[in-house]
T-cell receptor, first 115, second 114 residues
Framework: DAGVIQSPRHEVTEMGQEVTLRCKPI?????LFWYRQTMMRGLELLIY????????DSGMPEDRFSAKMPNASFSTLKIQPSEPRDSAVYFCASSIRVGQAGELFFGEGSRLTVL | GNSVTQMEGPVTLSEEAFLTINCTYT??????LFWYVQYPGEGLQLLLK?????DKGSNKGFEATYRKETTSFHLEKGSVQVSDSAVYFC?????????????FGKGTRLHILP
């Protein structure tokens, strides 16, 4: 079975450019999470969706960040305009239902470098 | 509120040494507890879990016991290998978790020397 699929795996861009990260969750999973990981701040939850609806976006750093989940098999995280401090590894994860002691399945991450 | 505290790394051990990574938690009621592992260049993956007090989770030679009295879930392995080098995250989901969030600790980096 395919796991969580993220693209691109690596992205290098210049400050001010728009960045779009993509995620395909595992089929049948109804929760989707976006995390950011840096050496300084560790693993941070940015936003999560349940049944395609955003439930909690309190971790989104600022208005430059936005996330969508138009259907059960696709989500995007967009940064516009990007800044050097956005450089990090962004992970997407999905689950059937974490609240029922479910398991989070992570993608391999998208490493973003903003110059 | 709910939180997870785990020992700071990095932890460096020689191959075949005994491993303990401490984890304590703060939560109301009886949360479910997890250890996730992140190998270099990969995402996190579930290593083991325990859903009630005194449960022992185990996988790949790793074990952790849910201790309600000490609010702890320490990770142990009797004989580590170089391939165990990774970052280990302790995590919890609160009882009756309505918002589906899993709360992670900051992670402990483990280096195993051959």
């Amino acid at each position: 079975d395919a796991g969580v699929i993220q693209s691109p795996r690596h992205e290098v861009t210049e400050m001010g450019q728009e960045v779009t990260l993509r995620c395909k969750p595992i089929s049948g999973h109804n929760s989707l999470f976006w995390y950011r990981q840096t050496m300084m701040r560790g693993l941070e939850l940015l936003i999560y969706f349940n049944n395609n609806v955003p439930i909690d976006d309190s971790g989104m750093p600022e208005d430059r960040f936005s996330a969508k989940m138009p259907n059960a098999s696709f989500s995007t995280l967009k940064i516009q305009p990007s800044e050097p401090r956005d450089s990090a590894v962004y992970f997407c994860a999905s689950s059937i239902r974490v609240g029922q002691a479910g398991e989070l399945f992570f993608g391999e991450g998208s490493r973003l470098t903003v110059l | 509120g709910n939180s997870v505290t785990q020992m700071e790394g990095p932890v460096t051990l020689s191959e075949e040494a005994f491993l303990t990574i401490n984890c304590t938690y703060t939560a109301t009621g009886y949360p479910s507890l997890f250890w996730y592992v992140q190998y270099p260049g990969e995402g996190l993956q579930l290593l083991l879990k325990a859903t009630k007090a005194d449960d022992k989770g185990s996988n790949k030679g790793f074990e952790a016991t849910y201790r309600k009295e000490t609010t702890s879930f320490h990770l142990e392995k009797g004989s580590v290998q170089v391939s165990d080098s990774a970052v280990y995250f302790c995590a919890l989901t609160p009882l009756g978790n309505r918002d589906d969030k899993i709360i992670f600790g900051k992670g402990t980096r483990l280096h195993i020397l051959p």
